[in-house]
């Protein structure tokens, strides 16, 4: 039997906002929230990084220790 799905709680979705302002990732806000990307995508249109910041930050990330496998 397919599982029917419901609507995310009012407070999820404010949740997800906050961090959205905040300036997170629509991947980070799906990792916090444990809300599919299609679900943030849908009620955040256009919210999120844009490529080019993805890319700045996996730049960014790339030059750290931790990303190379040495503890700090």
Same mark, same amino acid.
């Given at each position: 039997?397919?599982?029917?799905? /419901?609507?995310? =709680?009012?407070? %999820?979705?404010?949740?997800?906002? $906050?961090? %959205?302002? $905040?300036?997170? =990732?629509? /991947?980070?806000v799906c /990792?916090?929230?444990?809300?599919a990307r299609?679900?943030?995508?849908?009620?955040?249109?256009? @919210?999120?990084?844009t490529y080019?910041?993805?890319?700045?930050? @996996?730049?960014?990330?790339?030059?750290?220790? %931790? =990303?190379?496998?040495?503890?700090?």
């Amino acid at each position: 039997m397919k599982k029917l799905k /419901r609507p995310p =709680s009012a407070e %999820l979705l404010n949740q997800a906002a $906050d961090l %959205l302002n $905040d300036g997170a =990732s629509q /991947r980070e806000v799906c /990792r916090t929230t444990g809300l599919a990307r299609e679900t943030i995508r849908k009620h955040f249109p256009g @919210r999120g990084w844009t490529y080019i910041e993805g890319g700045q930050f @996996r730049q960014a990330m790339k030059n750290t220790p %931790l =990303s190379k496998g040495i503890a700090a």
